[in-house]
């Protein structure tokens, strides 16, 4: 019997049709505690529930890095806590993991999801972007540590909420900030870049082949009327490439393009990546492995690059001979990971000695 207004369950969001379409509507998926059955038919669909993420090539991290009961490990990219859950059965007892995440919103949200399924207590979390790396291991783990794990890009959480401003699906505020309170938004850089600049950031971060010609006209019709959403740059896009023979899907995977190489600066993430990996030996224990996960080239030939140069002066002692990437199985069971590529490299007992 209920005795009170505030008694009474919630409604469901109201929504047309016979399924939920946006975000906020799927509210099956945005509680998987309460509705697993219907989750776990999303996932067998080859989708990623809303305001979820799958972790990547978990099997292939796990065999790259073998973690044993008690390693000292950091997880730079916490996100939903898929690869910190796995790495941390693997090391206990007696092992500790690190995991760090620069966003404000979803990592309170995943030291809480991992508080409620029981995640052993040897998890510490801190709120820092990994570019700060070396200062908070040598508060943590001061004698070094044996695993170093990142995941970078985008989460499927972050992806999926209009809010966040990462998706053109919907109206969403052209933002791409992994910390909304941190740096400018991607429409505020829009404002003070010029057209050259416009077309080397498109073509660095994203390697864009029609950079020059979409930074003219983004910055052509950012001109006549700011360009505040999402939605509003995806339309610049479309009438760009309206007339020439680019498919509908060639134009989808250009406007995201164009999104990841903005998402890339507001982020600093190549600044970020290049700090990380300089840092990486000095947190190293010898004989330390470290395994990092990219999804595009920009990402991918720095860390080559790095592992390759660490190999050649003596402090890595083996390094991955070529990507390894998804298998084909778990492409297909989700989509999201199939630009994805691992690397991973072993400090050498002798770059310490």
Same mark, same amino acid.
């Given at each position: 019997?209920?005795?009170?207004?505030?008694? &009474?369950?919630?409604?469901?969001?109201?929504?047309?049709?016979?399924?939920?379409?946006?975000?906020?509507?799927?509210?099956?998926?945005?509680?998987?505690? =309460?509705?697993?059955? #219907?989750?776990?038919?999303?996932?067998?669909?080859?989708?990623?529930?809303?305001?979820?993420?799958r972790p990547i090539m978990v099997t292939e991290i796990l065999s790259v890095l073998t973690p044993k009961p008690g390693d000292a490990v950091i997880d730079c990219t916490l996100g939903y806590g898929g690869h910190a859950r796995e790495i941390l059965a693997a090391i206990?007892?007696?092992?500790?993991?690190?995991?760090? #995440?620069?966003?404000?919103?979803?990592?309170?949200?995943?030291?809480?999801?991992?508080?409620?399924?029981?995640?052993?207590?040897?998890?510490?979390?801190?709120?820092? *972007?990994?570019?700060?790396?070396?200062?908070?291991?040598?508060?943590?783990?001061?004698?070094?540590?044996?695993?170093?794990?990142?995941?970078?890009?985008?989460?499927?959480?972050?992806?999926? #909420?209009?809010?966040?401003?990462?998706?053109?699906?919907?109206?969403?505020?052209?933002? +791409? =900030?992994?910390?909304?309170?941190?740096?400018?938004?991607?429409?505020?850089?829009?404002?003070?870049?010029?057209?050259?600049?416009?077309?080397?950031? +498109?073509?660095?971060?994203?390697?864009?082949?029609?950079?020059?010609?979409?930074?003219?006209?983004?910055?052509?019709?950012?001109?006549?009327?700011?360009?505040?959403?999402?939605?509003?740059?995806?339309?610049?896009?479309?009438?760009?490439?309206?007339?020439?023979?680019?498919?509908?899907?060639?134009?989808?995977?250009?406007?995201?393009?164009?999104?990841?190489?903005?998402?890339?600066?507001? *982020?600093?993430?190549?600044?970020?990546?290049?700090?990380?990996?300089?840092?990486?030996?000095?947190?190293?224990?010898?004989?330390?492995?470290?395994?990092?996960?990219?999804?595009?080239?920009?990402?991918?030939? =720095?860390?080559?690059?790095?592992? &390759?140069?660490?190999?050649?002066?003596?402090?890595?002692?083996?390094?991955?001979?070529?990507?390894?990437?998804?298998?084909?199985?778990?492409?297909?069971?989700?989509?999201?990971?199939?630009?994805?590529?691992?690397?991973?490299?072993?400090?050498?007992?002798?770059?310490?000695?």
């Amino acid at each position: 019997m209920v005795d009170s207004e505030s008694d &009474k369950p919630a409604r469901r969001p109201r929504y047309r049709g016979s399924h939920p379409r946006s975000f906020g509507e799927k509210y099956k998926e945005l509680q998987p505690e =309460r509705y697993a059955e #219907d989750v776990a038919r999303v996932l067998a669909s080859g989708k990623t529930p809303a305001g979820t993420h799958r972790p990547i090539m978990v099997t292939e991290i796990l065999s790259v890095l073998t973690p044993k009961p008690g390693d000292a490990v950091i997880d730079c990219t916490l996100g939903y806590g898929g690869h910190a859950r796995e790495i941390l059965a693997a090391i206990q007892p007696a092992g500790r993991l690190l995991g760090l #995440d620069v966003d404000p919103i979803e990592l309170p949200k995943t030291q809480q999801r991992l508080r409620e399924i029981g995640v052993p207590a040897d998890l510490i979390v801190r709120r820092s *972007n990994f570019a700060g790396l070396s200062r908070i291991a040598a508060e943590v783990f001061p004698g070094g540590t044996d695993i170093i794990l990142a995941d970078l890009g985008l989460s499927s959480m972050q992806m999926d #909420d209009p809010k966040r401003g990462f998706t053109f699906k919907a109206d969403a505020p052209l933002d +791409l =900030r992994m910390n909304p309170h941190h740096g400018q938004p991607a429409a505020a850089l829009l404002t003070k870049l010029d057209e050259r600049q416009l077309a080397a950031l +498109l073509t660095e971060n994203a390697d864009e082949p029609r950079a020059v010609r979409l930074a003219r006209a983004i910055l052509q019709a950012q001109s006549r009327e700011p360009i505040r959403t999402t939605r509003g740059l995806a339309d610049v896009i479309r009438l760009t490439l309206s007339t020439t023979d680019c498919s509908a899907d060639e134009t989808t995977t250009t406007i995201r393009r164009i999104l990841q190489a903005l998402r890339i600066a507001v *982020n600093d993430e190549f600044g970020a990546l290049d700090a990380l990996l300089r840092q990486i030996p000095a947190v190293l224990k010898p004989g330390g492995r470290v395994a990092i996960l990219t999804f595009h080239s920009g990402e991918d030939r =720095r860390v080559k690059k790095a592992f &390759k140069t660490g190999l050649g002066d003596g402090t890595y002692s083996l390094i991955a001979d070529d990507v390894i990437r998804p298998s084909q199985d778990e492409q297909r069971s989700n989509p999201r990971s199939t630009s994805a590529k691992l690397r991973f490299a072993v400090k050498s007992v002798a770059a310490s000695e």
